[in-house]
């Protein structure tokens, strides 16, 4: 049985892996079809580590804040788990993986306006238009949710990048109002929008967001307030979706290179799970063809060999 790491060896690890992610800055683009975020400098690299008594680790730029993009439609999800029942939610959306891109519209025809999962854009568009109907102001709830489980108030909404988001919101619109067509989505498409973009503009730094994510490697409890915020069963589905589903058309090489429940933005973070041990979120802005962080999945690749962990 392989040793749990020292806390020093485990900072030692980090900053090698701060101090080596250089190596993968000529690979790669910052996402651009989001003009705001073609604004981010390309060459940056954070971690941090939450482990599951709360306690933080971290090394390089673990503390600038970044456009925390699609790693919201987690807490979206939480959230809509929290307020909803199972049959509701599982009805209007499914649990599978899409083997298409994050933002694909081919099989959402096909499928009757009901998308795959909760983490493509389609999805998310549909969680959020649960959380309209079920809240009396959705975006701000979704605020509060994040501040309270990052122990952090001031975490805010990006209004620029909203704003972009919003005037190059074509592609997203158009999966929503084709889900409106089949009388999936609900609410006004506009509102469903706007608290999507507002969602995924949230800046947090690498430390915030591991923090955020602490819950699901501890039983689905809070570390800071020892408030459950899932139920253990619900955690371990949360962690099941986010392995097949969080990393779009690269889940399954994510999960053969890094083995850990994982959600990525296009803003270049990704945060994964180690269950019963760590959250862990990564932050490097050039991305690979699916979107995902290079540096940041290469990272967790060393991070998983160096903790010398089989966690499936
Ligand atoms: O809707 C979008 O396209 C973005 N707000 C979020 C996409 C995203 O982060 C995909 N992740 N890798």
């Known amino acids: 049985m392989p040793q749990p790491i020292s806390r020093e060896a485990l900072q030692a690890l980090l900053d090698r892996l701060a101090a080596d992610a250089p190596r993968c800055f000529g690979e790669g683009k910052v996402a651009s079809y989001i003009p705001a975020l073609a604004e981010v400098e390309p060459d940056r690299f954070g971690i941090a580590v939450c482990h599951a008594d709360g306690s933080v680790q971290c090394a390089g730029d673990a503390m600038t804040r970044f456009s925390i993009q699609s790693i919201s439609k987690t807490h979206a999800l939480v959230l809509a788990m929290r307020e909803l029942s199972p049959e509701e939610i599982w009805r209007r959306v499914g649990r599978e993986p899409s083997g298409q891109a994050f933002n694909s519209i081919v099989q959402l025809e096909v499928e009757n306006g009901v998308p795959r999962n909760p983490f493509i ?19 701000q709830t979704i605020r509060e949710h994040v501040r309270r489980l990052s122990i952090t108030p001031s975490v805010d909404f990006d209004e620029t990048v909203a704003r972009s988001e919003m005037e190059h919101k074509a592609h ?3 999966l929503a109002y084709l889900m409106q067509a089949y009388g999936n989505i609900r609410n006004d498409v506009e509102v469903v929008l706007d608290a999507y973009f507002h969602s995924c503009s949230l800046a947090m730094n690498c430390v915030e ?9 501890n039983h689905g409890v809070n570390p800071f307030d020892g408030q459950a915020v899932l139920s253990p069963v619900q955690t371990r589905q949360m962690n099941a979706l986010l392995l097949t589903c969080g990393l779009y058309d690269a889940a399954g090489d994510f999960a053969w290179r890094v083995g850990l429940p994982g959600k990525s933005g296009v803003g270049g973070g990704i945060v994964a799970i180690l269950p019963r041990r760590m959250s ?18 290469h990272a967790l690749e060393g991070l998983v060999e160096g903790l010398n962990v089989t966690p499936l």
């Open 121 to 139: 854009n389609a999805g998310a568009l549909m969680v959020t238009d649960m959380l309209v109907s079920q809240l009396f102001m959705p975006q």
């Open 172 to 174: 997203n619109a158009a």
């Open 209 to 217: 967001l591991a923090r955020s994510f602490a819950f699901l490697a």
């Open 280 to 297: 862990i979120c990564v932050w490097s802005p050039r991305l690979d063809s699916y979107g995902n962080s290079i540096a940041g999945r």
